[in-house]
């Protein structure tokens, strides 16, 4: 009984219960992703499009399996492309958007005109917009002083990442990624040990890692250099500059491993600093307690704001997705 009410509902289903609704009624479209994170986020994409004709409605794929992820929205919605006006995919890019139709599932999700992805890696990646975080910081602290510099940081990680990310798409292009997976990539990149006053030396580790996997891979495939080079312009070609590749690199390693930690050690200053203040403040013992015991209670937790952060939407990569889903919304009129 699953089974056969999944095969039945498709676009045309969305369709004919749109064409019985009230004239008056606002039409409604179906957005199915890959998880319940996504939901908040896609949301927040598609807000924008919603008037008084149409509306939006994100969802998990299924209801009965509770099956997730990527390969379950394209796997259940793409065969036979069931998909339409009334019914669309919103999945994140990984790496399909990059290795340009490589693989099947990069084909459905570039090619279907009811298929939309983050053009970066993932949900994760936007949350993660260097030029946002020191208003997560804020958020999370309540404290405005600029004590880091996040664009100038995750440029400079970006350029130092970028020629192994070159190789990295390269190798999944052609079909020769066990050589060099997602998973080598995450454990180079990762800058170890930071420090907020002098993050400098862990921009040279990632710096040396890299160099060191570059010297293996050009010993593994001496005669590659002119597929590097093409790859390299293609992805450049695609968006990808060497101080935005963070935006391109595993969501959840960026979140995790990368990020994260780095916040937690800025937030943990700009803590202390506002407690500081508190403590020397010109008041009485109890009217300083009051203020402590205040600030204290207003604090956020970090990962619970970098996931609310919407600061992303003036990136260029998300503006490319509006004008996907514009296009959309045009031609279905």
Sequence with gaps: MGNRLKDNI?????????ALTSKKARRRIVAYVESYDDIYFWRTV????????????????????LTRGKKSVLMNFLEGEPLGKDMIACVD?????????????SRRVLKSPYVFHTYVYAIENYQCYAPSLHNVCV????????????????????????PLFVW??????????????????????DPGG?????????????KRKVQTKIHDLQRQFPDAKQEYLSTKEDIKRLGVTPETTYLYIQGHHLFDTVV???????????????????????????????EMSCYENSLQDIKAMLKKNNGYMVSEQFRRLQDDVRRYLDGGR
């Design 260 to 290: 994260s930690p780095i916040l937690s050690k800025v937030c943990n200053l700009l803590r202390q600093e506002r407690q500081n203040e508190i403590y020397h403040a010109s008041a009485h013992r109890t009217q300083k307690r009051n």
């Design 93 to 105: 890019a990984d790496y399909d958007y990059l290795i340009q139709g490589r693989t099947a599932q």
């Design 10 to 18: 498709n676009s045309q289903y969305f369709e004919a219960a749109n």
């Design 194 to 206: 930071f420090n907020v006053q002098n993050p400098a030396p862990s921009i040279a580790n990632v």
């Design 46 to 65: 598609l807000s924008e499009f919603e008037n008084d004709k149409r509306y939006f409605e994100v969802m998990l794929p299924s209801k009965v399996n």
């Design 168 to 189: 990295s798409i390269m190798l999944y292009r052609n079909g020769k990624y066990p050589k060099f997976t997602i998973s080598d990539l995450n454990r180079i990149s």
């Design 139 to 162: 958020s999370v602290t309540l404290n405005d002083h600029r004590i880091f510099d996040f664009r100038e940081y995750f440029s400079q990680f970006s350029e130092a990442i970028f």
